[in-house]
């Protein structure tokens, strides 16, 4: 069974750069967009950013300027980068996928990783 | 951004009830819907995507419907485990927006 398992500290200091990895049990990322979603303690998800298959990204505009998500050269795994994070960014992060058609199914979300920003 | 409403946030039901949630797009996103469901302390799970195809392994006591602007989710008899959170999404236009949630309680 096909699992996404995320990994990385779990506290960042703030204005430092938050790095997270998903790691992707199926072996090489194809066919589907790669996701960093975010849900704060105790509300809603929040989009941070996809990578597709074909190395083609999107970041949401309001963390685009902080943000870079990457593959890396075994392409098990990609990766979160978040730059000058601050307390307003501590959240559970989830790394997702979605199918490269978006009806052809097998969506998959991994477990999650809470990162808390505190000095 | 296209925004996601949900309605309603929360509601209460019993074992055995019918309900149905319903989300509206701010513009039309055709049917590129998902929804997902959220127990709690747990991570997120799709249950329907393209608005109304099922997820592998899900029950077919879930389903969905709707196209363009307004989508709902039925759940046609509430189990102990269906209680959770629902989310829409849509993946029509970057960014990839989710609706605020509907919690469903006993």
């Known amino acids: 069974q096909v699992q996404l398992q995320e990994s990385g500290p779990g506290l960042v200091k703030p204005s430092e750069t938050l790095s997270l990895i998903c790691s992707v049990s199926?072996?090489?990322?194809?066919?589907?967009?790669w996701s960093w979603i975010r849900q704060p303690p105790g509300k809603g998800l929040e989009w941070i950013g996809y990578l597709h298959y074909t190395g083609q990204t999107s970041y949401n505009p309001s963390l685009k300027s902080r943000v870079t998500i990457s593959v890396d050269t075994s392409k098990t795994q990609f990766s979160l980068r978040m730059s000058s994070v601050t307390a307003a960014d501590t959240a559970v992060y989830y790394c997702?996928?979605?199918?490269?058609?978006?009806?052809?199914?097998?969506?998959?979300w991994g477990q999650g990783t809470l990162v808390t920003v505190s000095s | 951004d296209i925004q996601m409403t949900q309605s309603p946030s929360s509601l209460s039901a019993s074992v055995g009830d019918r309900i149905t949630i319903t989300c509206r797009a701010s513009r039309g996103i055709s049917n590129y819907l998902n929804w997902h469901q959220q127990r709690s302390g747990e991570a997120p799970k799709v249950l329907i995507y393209?608005?109304?195809r099922l997820e592998s392994g899900v029950p077919s006591r879930f389903s969905g419907s709707g196209s363009g602007t307004d989508f709902t989710l039925t759940i046609s008899s509430l189990q102990p485990e269906d209680f959770a959170t629902y989310f829409c999404q849509q993946s029509y236009s970057t960014p990839w927006t989710f609706g605020q949630g509907t919690k469903v309680e006993i």
């Open positions: 199926s072996g090489p990322i194809s066919y589907y967009y």
């Open positions: 393209a608005a109304f």
């Open positions: 997702a996928r979605a199918p490269h058609w978006y009806d052809s199914g097998d969506y998959l």
